[in-house]
């Protein structure tokens, strides 16, 4: 599976983005998936997950209310819908991929990763 997060962009604060992580080379609706996000000289930071059918989500405190994660099967497709921005959103954002298995907060669990999308929150 290749994924390719796209949908980055600039926003003034309290704005919304959506970003679309758009899977090739094989279904995703086995996969659980991840969106993680990293600044420069920080740690990749879980931002949330969504299980391999949409049946559950969890997310991180930071986002939880603001961000919302789906998915569409059929189109090969995750996206994170983030609303109310706030300038600590700004990141590099990137989704993640792992075979069903539950919920995984860590992005070493996660065996595949698609290049990353930048978000820019401006104040």
């Known amino acids: 599976v290749q994924l390719q997060a796209f949908g980055g962009g600039l926003v003034q604060a309290g704005g919304s983005l959506r970003l679309s992580c758009a899977a090739s080379?094989?279904?995703?609706?086995?996969?659980?998936m991840g969106w993680f996000r990293q600044t420069p000289g920080k740690e990749r930071e879980f931002v949330g997950f969504i299980d391999w059918n949409g049946s559950s989500t969890y997310y991180a405190d930071a986002v939880k209310g603001r961000f919302t994660i789906s998915r569409d099967n059929a189109k090969n497709t995750v996206y994170l819908q983030m609303n109310s921005l706030k300038p600590e959103d700004t990141a590099v954002y990137y989704c993640?991929?792992?075979?069903?298995?539950?919920?995984?907060?860590?992005?070493?669990?996660?065996?595949?990763w698609g290049q990353g999308t930048q978000v820019t929150v401006s104040s």
């Open positions: 080379g094989r279904a995703i609706s086995n996969y659980d």
């Open positions: 993640a991929a792992n075979p069903a298995s539950g919920v995984l907060l860590k992005g070493a669990d996660y065996p595949l």
